[in-house]
């Protein structure tokens, strides 16, 4: 047989056969899982815990993590009227930003996380007053 026709037929390496879908899957899983739990107890920290008028009224719309979950981009309404968009988007930006090591610290105290992500918030409008659940299933 040559050379040629040897490096053809590969060799069947058991050490590739990982169930890696698998894992992935279930990565993803644990991954929304955080992503939710991190948006209620954000909610509750921000509803209950903070004191800083500024933050009234936010409702959180999501978490959004980074592959590493080093990073968390969380997008929020307010609620109000409509025309005063502009003022509350600054003032709820500004909360936000005095409020973020407050938020990140209890976190950590509340969650049992190998490390705390850093939050960026963004302000992605304003919504009418309503009941319903804030973070999303």
């Not at 968009?85 to 600054?90: C, D, F, I, P, Q």
Request: proline share 7%; aromatic share 6%.
């Amino acid at each position: 047989m040559s050379s040629r026709s040897r490096r053809s037929h590969t060799q069947h390496d058991p050490s590739t056969d990982s169930p890696e879908p698998f894992f992935e899957a279930g990565a993803g899983h644990r991954h929304a899982r955080l992503e939710h739990v991190l948006c209620e107890e954000l909610q509750r920290l921000i509803t209950d815990e903070a004191a800083d008028p500024a933050l009234d009224g936010i409702h959180l719309l999501a978490v959004h993590l980074s592959f590493d979950a080093g990073q968390a981009r969380v997008p929020y309404a307010v609620e109000g009227p409509l025309g005063d968009e502009a003022r509350r988007a600054r003032e709820t930006k500004l909360g936000l930003s005095r409020a973020t090591a407050f938020l990140r610290t209890q976190l950590a105290l509340t969650l049992d996380l190998k490390k705390v992500p850093k939050l960026a918030f963004t302000f992605v409008g304003m919504r009418e007053r309503t009941g319903g659940e804030p973070c999303p299933e």
